[in-house]
């Protein structure tokens, strides 16, 4: 299924985290927190202002982003979890 998301939201699929520390220990799946950290899937065409012109989105498919902890709704899309948030929910893009 394709799937693209409408106005300013975007499409993120989560990063996985490490499942064990720099010292060696592994953290069990009980002890993990869902990361804030994603790889943007697909993206809006943007949101409209005043005069009705659309406005283009900074964030692109393909970036790695940052998010708050309750950002978003989370949905399956062909069988993968992803997450659709508002563009104003993502905190800053990842620089490699």
Do not use: C, H, Y
């Not at 943007?40 to 393909?62: E, Q, S, T």
Request: no cysteine.
């Amino acid at each position: 299924m394709k799937f693209r998301p409408l106005g300013d939201r975007v499409l993120v699929k989560r990063v996985e985290e490490e499942t064990k520390t720099k010292g060696g220990i592994i953290i069990p799946d009980t002890a993990k927190e869902k990361p804030q950290e994603g790889e943007v899937v697909a993206v809006g065409p943007g949101a409209r202002n005043d005069k009705g012109d659309v406005v283009a989105l900074d964030v692109k498919a393909g970036d790695r982003i940052l998010f708050g902890k309750w950002s978003g709704t989370e949905v399956k899309v062909d069988g993968q979890d992803l997450l659709i948030m508002k563009e104003s929910d993502v905190l800053g893009v990842v620089e490699a």
